[in-house]
């Protein structure tokens, strides 16, 4: 009789994050984590096609749940928008800083970043343009502009206080 498995699928996420963030990218092998599971390395495969398919899962994990993070903060005062967006996406980047930091990962999906950059920049303008409501030009080209400033100056850990302003006045003109 097959053995009945529960929570597969979360423990094998749970673990390669915990292998990750104790021994890198370049360490953390598909069998390394079927192994903490105590899985055969099949089952692994039975769930995600890669390793590279298990980081990205958790992680959009995390992203979505961030998202939705910003959408409950959603406000129609944009200094309190800017605030609250920008403790959501620090807190996804902190939560996931001991992967953007490592240059193996970085190596490895150096190949996808452009597109996946674009794609996180246009879901991050798409909240952003309820803010942009009152500025005068192209609204859709200044959600995206503040979305790519927002990205940047998040992950470079500049305060909150310091871009606050910066945005106020670009959607003021």
Known sequence: MPKILENVREQLLEEAKRQIQENGYSKTTIRSVAGACK???????????????????????????????????????????????????????????YLFQDSDAAKAFAGAFSVRH???????AKLLASICTNAKGDREFLAEFIAEAMLTWTVAGRPVEDITPLILKLLRE
């Open 118 to 124: 674009k794609q996180l920049r246009d879901q991050i």
């Open 39 to 97: 899985l055969g390395v099949g089952t692994v495969y039975n769930y995600f096609e890669s390793k590279d398919m298990l980081i990205a899962t958790f992680m959009l994990e995390d992203w979505l749940l961030c998202l939705g993070e910003i959408q409950k903060g959603a406000t129609e005062d944009p200094e309190q928008f800017i605030a609250h967006f920008y403790e959501a996406l620090k807190g996804f980047i902190q939560k996931h800083e």
